[in-house]
């Protein structure tokens, strides 16, 4: 199968995930909508998954609405497909790892230390999740360095 984009590739695999059907749903898609009447059109996917077909739409031109009822996938749709403008920077980083002055929850702390991480590891999770939940933080920032502390926990 031939796929106008070379991206395709990328696209991130999940479990029950469309992207192997991106190219056939694209192109009989185009036999609807032309291909250059798709820029500003609005590709609404409201089961996202791992958000292939999502990527795929933006990538195509479309304005894509997108959510699911999992966090991740939710989570990717605001960091990924929804923003297109903002970058995460190092003092952004910086900012959820720096010491809260108050007392905070220590949940992987006193759950997870020793069986899954690192008392260090941990500690770092915890002031990340801490400053991730105070709603200081705006969207799309909140969700891009909410999935970077995912895959750095993984």
């Not at 958000?51 to 749709?77: E, H, P, Q, W």
Request: net charge positive; aromatic share 12%.
């Amino acid at each position: 199968m031939s796929h106008k984009f070379p991206f395709f590739r990328a696209l991130p695999a999940y479990l029950g995930g469309k992207r192997r059907l991106c190219g056939v749903i694209f192109a009989l898609l185009a036999q609807v909508v032309e291909r250059e009447r798709w820029r500003g059109m609005t590709f609404i996917d409201p089961f996202m998954g791992g958000g292939s077909m999502s990527l795929y739409g933006k990538a195509c031109g479309f304005r894509v609405l997108c959510n699911d009822v999992a966090l991740r996938s939710a989570a990717i749709g605001r960091a990924l497909i929804a923003n297109s403008a903002v970058r995460l920077t190092q003092v952004d980083v910086a900012a959820v790892l720096r010491e809260p002055s108050e007392v905070y929850p220590r949940l992987a702390e006193e759950e997870f230390y020793p069986r899954v991480f690192s008392r260090e590891h941990a500690q770092v999770i915890d002031r990340a999740l801490y400053w991730l939940h105070t709603g200081q933080i705006p969207e799309p920032r909140r969700s891009l360095l909410a999935l970077l502390l995912t895959k750095w926990i993984l």
